[in-house]
């Protein structure tokens, strides 16, 4: 297993250590319900250093990321990022992504811990127009700083004003008097923040100023689990859950960062797929009766057929209620619909809700 560069500090702090996409990574520091109301309600640090980060520089760079990614990446500026998604041949979904644009030659890609290896080899085999490409995964560092008061927290460590960024903005500054420091204004909680990204060597000074300066504000560390809870309660996908390579952007929802405007891998067919419409899609549902979804349970109808599968459950600490999501035959995917979903052999009631959970 590899370790962050934080790991001893989780560790010192009474972190619950699991292994996560072979990362020995915090999954709980006091409790995931109270490390999930912090969030929502005021400000946590996730260590999320095990993600992947990957420069692609050069003439062609640009056109290298439209030819491989689903959505329009042409319509980046310096210091805007993207959410994005990587087909493949056979109409699911590689990964998904997020994608910066450092300037007009320079783009740095952000994917999941679970995949960079997979990642890297699927990108590489589209570079046929020698674009410079580097995996700078292993030396580069990630923090989360999510929740209402995470602008003030922070304000102190930085001369960049972090109350006025736009959502899916960044900039390069000086951050606990660090240079080089991508600062910006993205997440997986939907309560606000910030992601801020630095070589190895800094992150001790970082972690400890960035504590320092949140005491006023309460900042606590924050696990694994309730990044989950939370990224559940906005019906974020996660891949290898919601998305994977058996799953279309289409069936997930994911039409918006899906642009015909160009083409990608696999585009025509996944154009054909949105024209015909899905058999299948991707929906959130709320329990009625008592029982919390997990990953994988059947959804069935009231005679017990089965309809669709659940993709991610859990009992939502924001709302007191069980919550999840799932694919599920389109002709039972409109709002309000009654389903069940098949847990240790009983059909438990739940409905059709709309994304957002937590409004």
């Known amino acids: 297993m590899k370790n962050t560069a934080l790991t001893d500090k989780h560790i010192s702090l009474g ?14 520091y006091e409790g995931i319900n109270a490390e999930h109301a912090v969030v929502r309600g005021g400000v946590g640090v996730f260590d999320v250093s095990h993600m992947g980060e990957f420069i692609l520089k050069g003439e062609n760079a640009l056109d290298l990321i439209q030819r491989v990614t689903s959505n329009d990446a042409s319509k980046l500026y310096d210091g805007k990022v993207q959410y994005s998604c990587l087909p493949n041949e056979d109409g699911g979904i590689v990964d998904d992504l997020l994608v910066y644009r450092i300037d007009e030659k320079t783009y740095m890609l952000v994917v999941n811990a679970s995949n960079i290896e997979k990642d890297w080899n699927w990108i590489q085999k589209y570079n046929d127009k020698d674009v ?25 460590l930085t001369e960049v004003d972090l109350a006025s960024m736009e959502y899916y903005n960044f900039v390069k500054g000086t951050f606990a008097g660090i240079e080089n420091v991508v600062i910006s204004a993205t997440g997986y909680t939907g309560a606000g923040g ?3 990204y630095f070589d190895n060597e800094h992150a001790d000074v970082i972690w400890d100023a960035i504590f320092e300066a949140g005491k006023p504000f309460n900042i606590k560390p924050i696990g694994l689990g309730a990044r989950d809870t939370l990224r559940l309660e906005m019906g974020f996908c996660l891949y290898g859950n919601d998305i994977d390579d058996a799953t279309s952007p289409i069936e997930a929802g994911l039409g918006w960062i899906t642009k015909f405007s160009k ?65 599920i035959d389109k002709a039972l995917a409109k709002e309000g619909t009654e389903i069940y979903i098949n847990i ?12 957002p959970f937590t409004k």
């Open 263 to 327: 083409k990608f891998t696999n585009s025509e067919a996944l154009l054909a797929q949105k024209e015909a419409g899905v058999a299948r899609k991707l929906i959130g549902f709320e329990m009625i009766d008592r029982g919390i979804p997990r990953h994988d349970y059947e959804i069935v109808d009231i005679d017990g057929n089965v309809t669709g599968r659940v993709t991610s459950g859990t009992q939502a600490p924001s709302l007191q209620k069980a919550i999840g999501m799932g694919y």
């Open 194 to 196: 910030f992601e801020i």
């Open 132 to 156: 410079e490409m580097h995996n700078i995964s292993d030396k580069t560092s990630l923090l989360a700083i999510q929740g209402p008061k995470a602008a003030e927290a922070l304000q102190s």
């Open 344 to 355: 240790r052999n009983s059909k438990i009631k739940a409905k059709v809700v709309k994304f």
């Open 15 to 28: 972190a619950k250590m699991v292994p996560f996409a072979g990362y020995n990574m915090p999954v709980q």
